[in-house]
């Protein structure tokens, strides 16, 4: 039973600490929209998400004003389209349609992004697999809210290392063709070691097909609050502030959970999980680099970073599970540097580096994101990042991401603009030696040792 001292208390988290659901997230299965003829695949894919998610935008709105929360963005995940488009799709063209389909009906429901333009090639692709790859850069391109991933690789399968030098050459492809608008079209794009069926938030959501035909998944936010919690017992011990966390995790969840059940209610559409992510946006007090500061630190990046981001990850766990039986997703403590302002005043003061920062993927929830690097970094130096960010996913048995955006015309020490959630980043140096030979060797890392569970 909720009394009326929480009432107060979560209303003060929404009004002065930045709380609010990040996302509602409505998951469609398109398997049984597949067909051979490309025109009519476009047209099943259509009327099956408009049909779902015609509602969805007005449902958030009145939960919303119902409750007082602020649902800051409604989003769409598809079973991925490399599984869906195989049978329709001979040409990267042929893909490309297909997005521009989901970019339409996106528009009509009035939803921010809708991700699932995906492929999932830990351990081989298909032709359609590799099509759909092939035609990322048109596809984001031609579109303003398709949002698109790829999972290289697993603990299971190892690291598909063919797919890895690919993607590193599509990165670089796809910042070209967006490179009038700053290369945006890498800020929707991310590639995926250990990826999770029921991820609600974007670049990196798609509908498993584990999943039920639709159901709704909910990502909470919430870093001001926390660093709220944790101004409170400045100076006190590490007991103390794990408690403090875990107490404050347990809270939020709890929001998250309560605007999952309504919108499962109203939407009549089974409820999956809440994600229970610390995700920062540009705001002033909506950062995860500042509460590694309230703990400690002069700056995130600082000696003890790795330490303090671990400590915090783990506590929003333990306190989040109190609060939903259902948790999944990602659910720790995003890193961005671009939609994180301590982030950006970290790296412009010399205390974070591209290296710290996989250095903390080791004990965060995601990886490498929103990380803006020169133009001209090549294609090889793209695929050995991320290669290093999916042994890191592979070895610990974790999910890990990166989504670099290299923009083009820009070097060390400038700034790019993305606007929105999406923020600005100031533009880092990529460590310049060569591991060509490495990335061309081709075939696939096999799976750790560990792996082999069964």
């Keep these: 039973m909720i009394n009326l001292y929480e009432v107060t208390e979560t209303n003060k988290m929404i009004e002065k600490e930045n709380l609010d659901v990040r996302t509602i997230t409505l998951g469609i299965s398109l398997l049984d929209c597949?067909?051979?003829?490309?025109?009519?695949l476009n047209r099943k894919i259509y009327e099956k998400i408009y049909g779902a998610a015609k509602d969805l935008v007005k449902t958030g709105e009145e939960i919303s004003r119902e409750f007082g929360i602020p649902i800051v963005n409604k989003r769409i995940s598809v079973t991925p389209i490399g599984l869906v488009g195989g049978a329709a799709c001979k040409s990267v063209e042929d893909f490309a349609s297909v997005a521009k389909t989901l970019d339409q009906v996106a528009l009509e429901v009035g939803v921010n992004f809708i991700g699932g333009y995906s492929a999932l090639v830990s351990k081989g692709m298909t032709?359609?697999?590799?099509?759909?790859?092939?035609?990322?850069?048109?596809?984001?391109?031609?579109?303003?809210?398709?949002?698109?991933?790829?999972n290289l690789g697993s603990t299971k399968t190892g690291i598909n290392m063919d797919a890895v030098k690919l993607m590193g050459e599509i990165i670089q492809s796809t910042a070209e063709y967006t490179k009038e608008a700053d290369s945006l079209g890498c800020a929707k794009l991310v590639v995926f070691c250990n990826a999770p069926d029921d991820n609600p938030f974007m670049a990196g959501a798609f509908h498993g097909v584990t999943e039920?035909?639709?159901?709704?998944?909910?990502?909470?936010?919430?870093?001001g609050v926390v660093k709220?919690?944790?101004?409170?017992?400045?100076?006190?011990?590490?007991?103390?502030?794990?408690?403090?966390?875990?107490?404050?995790?347990f809270k939020v969840t709890r929001?998250?959970?309560?605007?999952?059940?309504?919108?499962?209610?109203m939407l009549?559409?089974?409820?999956?999980?809440?994600?229970?992510?610390?995700?920062?946006?540009?705001?002033?007090?909506?950062?995860?680099?500042?509460?590694?500061?309230?703990?400690?630190?002069?700056?995130?990046?600082?000696p003890g970073t790795t330490a303090a981001l671990a400590l915090l990850n783990d506590q929003v766990k333990k306190g989040g599970v109190m609060a939903s039986s259902y948790v999944g997703g990602l659910s720790g403590a995003f890193i961005p540097v671009s939609e994180d302002q301590g982030m950006i005043d970290a790296v412009r003061a010399g205390a974070l580096t591209l290296e710290k920062l996989e250095a903390m993927t080791c004990v965060c929830s995601v990886g490498l994101d929103m990380i803006a690097i020169?133009?001209?970094?090549?294609?090889?130096?793209?695929?050995?990042?991320?290669?290093?960010?999916?042994?890191?996913?592979?070895?610990?048995?974790?999910?890990?991401?990166?989504?670099v955006i290299p923009v083009i015309g820009k070097g060390v020490g400038e700034t790019v603009e993305f606007g929105g959630l999406l923020g600005y980043a100031p533009i880092m140096p990529v460590n310049r030696f060569s591991c060509d030979a490495f990335v061309n060797r081709g075939g696939r890392i096999p799976a750790p040792i560990h792996s082999f569970k069964n």
């Design 212 to 223: 039920a035909d639709k159901v709704i998944n909910v990502g909470v936010s919430g870093p």
């Design 255 to 265: 929001v998250g959970q309560l605007v999952a059940k309504e919108a499962s209610k």
């Design 34 to 40: 597949i067909d051979s003829d490309l025109d009519k």
């Design 374 to 403: 020169p133009g001209d970094t090549k294609a090889t130096t793209i695929s050995g990042i991320i290669a290093d960010e999916m042994a890191i996913g592979m070895v610990n048995q974790k999910t890990t991401a990166v989504r």
């Design 127 to 150: 032709p359609a697999d590799e099509l759909l790859i092939r035609s990322i850069p048109l596809a984001l391109s031609a579109t303003e809210r398709v949002c698109s991933s790829v």
């Design 228 to 249: 709220t919690a944790l101004e409170k017992v400045r100076g006190e011990n590490f007991e103390v502030l794990c408690e403090t966390i875990k107490r404050t995790a």
């Design 268 to 302: 009549k559409v089974p409820f999956g999980i809440v994600d229970l992510s610390l995700a920062p946006t540009p705001a002033i007090g909506d950062s995860v680099a500042d509460i590694l500061c309230e703990m400690g630190l002069e700056y995130a990046g600082a």
